[in-house]
């Protein structure tokens, strides 16, 4: 199911053919071990869509520049296998690549808050302090 996810992921390539296409892998399986129907659907939100828990698909064509996370579940004799992957479709951003060798790194949740998110942040965290500032001296902005 993985690999025919990361096989079949294309620009221009429409989610719900794409879904069936997953689906048909893993409900036909490998050689003689047959597969079954999943107790969750595949979860495939691509971009700003990525932020809404289980999003399912939708007819939409996949974009260049954007990433999508697949959340699949093989499934043999009612037995669960699910697992998450993410495939970006074309060249990831700067901070996206730090925050894929953070994690590879091994680092934490809040040290890559603190050493990749934050720093990414600090011109917004310092206007919006500032405009804290400006309001508590009530100068009427």
């Known amino acids: 199911m993985v690999q025919t996810a990361i096989d079949r992921a294309a620009p221009g390539?429409?989610?719900?053919?794409?879904?069936?296409?997953?689906?048909?892998?893993g409900i036909t399986g490998v050689d003689d071990d047959w597969g079954d129907y999943p107790a969750i659907v595949p979860l495939t939100p691509s971009g700003l869509d990525a932020t809404a828990a289980h999003l399912t698909w939708n007819g939409a064509?996949?974009?260049?520049?954007?990433?999508?996370?697949?959340?699949?579940?093989?499934?043999?004799?009612?037995?669960?296998a699910p697992l998450c992957r993410t495939i970006f479709l074309g060249t990831p951003s700067d901070e996206?690549?730090?925050?894929?060798?953070?994690?590879?790194?091994?680092?934490?949740?809040?040290?890559?808050?603190?050493?990749?998110?934050?720093p990414h942040l600090r011109r917004y965290i310092e206007i919006a302090v500032l405009m804290v500032f400006l309001l508590k001296m009530d100068i009427g902005i």
């Open 96 to 118: 996206m690549r730090r925050v894929e060798a953070a994690q590879i790194d091994g680092a934490s949740p809040p040290a890559i808050l603190r050493f990749v998110i934050l």
């Open 13 to 25: 390539v429409r989610k719900n053919d794409l879904v069936a296409d997953i689906m048909h892998a």
């Open 61 to 80: 064509p996949m974009r260049a520049g954007e990433a999508t996370f697949f959340e699949l579940s093989g499934c043999y004799r009612r037995y669960h």
